[in-house]
């Protein structure tokens, strides 16, 4: 079975500091992980995603995360936050085998971003 | 990037009815469709995942008989919320399935829509 946890329901930074997001994953076969945003009633767009290959990932509006195995991690991150950037972000993974193609989201960060 | 649309955006429904709920991929072929439950403050929860010309399969605690689901062409799955009641007020996504050929190999990336608000009253 697999898991997702996020730790820190909400996170609040300030405009133009670092964000951290924080992930970590549970699951038997190597994972594919995903991050994605949401905005209010919206449906979920993808961030970016770890598939296989670089551990570095890069994705849209100037995120990135890191894939480590030793600690099941997956964190995203950026540099410098926006006031665009508040919404809720989740950290979802993804397995091969009988699962093909299912993902199972963790619970959520909501970030807030002040001027 | 490949659209995935929902309709209707929200509706409200008295107890007792039914209502239906459209999931489209607008430019591409699924033959996967998935569906997700989201409660105020809370994660997805994923209902059941939806194949093009078979039976859903439902994820375990989500009733088949109440939640109806339908994919009867490649671009098209619908779910049905029979007999609603309050309690299956909540905000439905649904996410389609699209393969993605690099080479010799296939890739699969999951599109999700924007999402149906639906209150019970």
């Known amino acids: 079975a697999q898991s997702v946890t996020q730790l820190g329901s909400h996170v609040s930074v300030s405009e133009g500091a670092l964000v951290l997001l924080r992930c970590n994953y549970s699951s038997s076969v190597p994972p594919y992980l995903f991050w994605y945003v949401q905005y209010p009633n919206q449906g979920l767009q993808l961030l970016l995603k770890y598939t296989t290959g670089a551990t570095l990932v890069k994705g849209i509006n100037g995120f990135e995360a890191e894939f480590k195995k030793s600690e099941t991690s997956f964190h995203l991150t950026k540099p410098s936050a926006h006031m665009s950037d508040a919404a809720e972000y989740f950290c979802?993974?993804?397995?091969?085998?009988?699962?093909?193609?299912?993902?199972?989201f963790g619970q959520g960060t909501i970030l807030t971003v002040h001027p | 990037g490949a659209v995935v649309s929902q309709h209707p955006s929200w509706v409200i429904c008295k107890s007792g009815t039914s209502v239906k709920i459209e999931c489209r991929s607008l430019d591409f072929q699924a033959t996967t469709m998935f569906w997700y439950r989201q409660f105020p403050k809370q994660s997805l929860m994923l209902m059941a995942t939806s194949n093009e010309g078979s039976k859903a399969t439902y994820e375990q605690g989500v009733e088949k008989d109440k939640f109806l689901i339908n994919h009867a062409s490649l671009t098209l799955s619908t779910l049905t919320v029979t007999s609603a009641h309050p309690e299956d007020s909540s905000f439905y996504i649904c996410s389609a399935r699209d393969s993605i050929r690099t080479g010799p190999t296939f890739s699969y990336e999951q599109y999700f829509g924007p999402g149906t608000r639906l209150t019970v009253t």
């Open positions: 979802a993974v993804r397995t091969g085998g009988t699962s093909y193609g299912k993902l199972t």
